[in-house]
T-cell receptor
Framework: EPEVTQTPSHQVTQMGQEVILRCVPISNHLYFYWYRQILGQKVEFLVSFYNNEISEKSEIFDDQFSVERPDGSNFTLKIRSTKLEDSAMYFC????????????FGSGTQLSVL | RKEVEQDPGPFNVPEGATVAFNCTYSNSASQSFFWYRQDCRKEPKLLMSVYSSGNEDGRFTAQLNRASQYISLLIRDSKLSDSATYLCVAYNFNKFYFGSGTKLNVKP
């Protein structure tokens, strides 16, 4: 069964460092998302991406965040200068077409900022 | 006001019990609804979509009440493996709104 893959599974970084979280969505999917979940809290929307551009972003997704689809398969989330409060599980998700609203998640990257 | 609200629980039930969760949503324009299951430190996984006519998948039944803006999930004959957090999700114009989840513990 096709799945969304994310790397790395764990990332430890120092405050102020840049991190790039990587995702490979399911191959025929067209809509891509990043979510985060702080331990013990709800899943929070960060950004959605379609047709090589951001379609929507939340208040959390400030200038420190950016997304890219550098080739036909990868979808990355970059945090330029990490803060302690960026520590969370980051989930990538994808879905196939506009009329199919089923969202498929990757297994997540646990980011720890020290 | 939160887009989607759920009772956080936990619901502690014995094996074999029937348990029901409710969830309310604030945006009457929400188009679709889902229940996801999330195990500790794992990704959410789609359990089922929710339709106004109600839908059933084995031991799981989901129902949508648009007039009252709530969604329900009924689990019959609970198994130990049903222990997880159940997330209620509303979809509206390319955005998915997640509830905080309801924790279920099924005990032997």
């Amino acid at each position: 069964e096709p799945e969304v893959t994310q790397t790395p599974s764990h990332q430890v970084t120092q405050m102020g460092q840049e991190v790039i979280l990587r995702c490979v969505p399911i191959s025929n999917h067209l809509y891509f998302y990043w979510y985060r979940q702080i331990l013990g809290q709800k899943v929070e929307f960060l950004v959605s991406f379609y047709n090589n551009e951001i379609s929507e972003k939340s208040e959390i997704f400030d200038d420190q965040f950016s997304v890219e689809r550098p080739d036909g398969s990868n979808f990355t989330l970059k945090i330029r200068s990490t803060k302690l409060e960026d520590s969370a599980m980051y989930f990538c998700a994808s879905r196939p077409v506009q009329t199919d609203e089923k969202l498929f998640f990757g297994s997540g990257t646990q980011l720890s900022v020290l | 006001r939160k887009e989607v609200e759920q009772d956080p629980g936990p619901f502690n039930v014995p094996e074999g019990a029937t348990v029901a969760f409710n969830c309310t949503y604030s945006n009457s324009a929400s188009q679709s609804f889902f229940w996801y299951r999330q195990d500790c430190r794992k990704e959410p996984k789609l359990l089922m979509s929710v339709y106004s006519s109600g839908n059933e998948d084995g031991r799981f039944t989901a129902q949508l009440n648009r007039a009252s803006q709530y969604i329900s999930l009924l689990i019959r004959d609970s198994k130990l493996s049903d222990s997880a957090t159940y997330l209620c999700v509303a979809y509206n114009f390319n955005k998915f709104y997640f509830g905080s989840g309801t924790k279920l513990n099924v005990k032997p």
